[in-house]
């Protein structure tokens, strides 16, 4: 998706808009951080809804398939009661497998978190970058440029280093139960 606010209609280019073109090109790539952190929270969300839709469709499944499951059980000229593996019990034993399995990936990957919070860094970027060309909000009260695009940077920065801790802490905490206990020990 293209940033309308840094093409201007007519053929001027202000400072600003110069500063920011050159902060998120030239000098340290952050457009194409941001589109990382867009496409990364696309891919994501699939995975996210991806495997919602698995972990339902097959939740779903493993009671209707139920139905078609034998009821009779018989027995031998011994006595002895004959029982065998249906296909329904297999199904069953596999769409509960898959269930768990996916269940099991969406929290140690935490698709949900992470798309999330590579969608509000993406847009908080678009955000940022737009305040500060057209000089609103915390960039009216800036005396000149130079002061601005100093605020422009600090905040850029703060956004990706807010969403790095929150990555790390999500993952931490996933892959580390007891951290999240040691936490709440804290608090108490």
């Given at each position: ?89 297999i ?39 737009r ?22 940077i ?17 993952h ?14 804290d608090?108490e």
């Amino acid at each position: 998706m293209p940033d309308n606010a840094t093409k201007p209609n007519d053929a001027r280019v202000s400072p600003r808009v110069q500063m920011a073109e050159d902060y998120f090109e030239k000098d340290f790539n952050l457009r194409g951080q941001r589109s990382w952190y867009s496409k990364h929270a696309s891919i994501n969300k699939q995975c996210y809804q991806w495997l919602g839709l698995a972990i339902i469709v097959a939740g779903a499944a493993m009671g209707i398939i139920q139905i078609w499951a034998p009821i009779e059980v018989g027995s031998d000229s011994d006595g002895k009661e004959i029982t065998s593996v249906h296909w329904t019990s297999i199904a069953a034993a596999l769409l509960g497998a898959l269930v768990v399995i996916s269940k099991g990936i969406e929290r140690i990957w935490d698709f949900d978190g992470t798309w999330l919070g590579y969608r509000k860094a993406s847009e908080a970027m678009k955000r940022e970058k737009r305040l500060f060309v057209n000089g609103a909000m915390v960039y009216e009260h800036c005396v000149n440029d130079h002061e601005a695009f100093l605020l422009f940077i600090k905040r850029v920065e703060g956004i990706i280093t807010e969403e790095q801790n929150n990555f790390m802490g999500n993952h931490e905490s996933n892959t580390n139960p007891s951290t999240e206990n040691n936490k709440k020990e804290d608090e108490e």
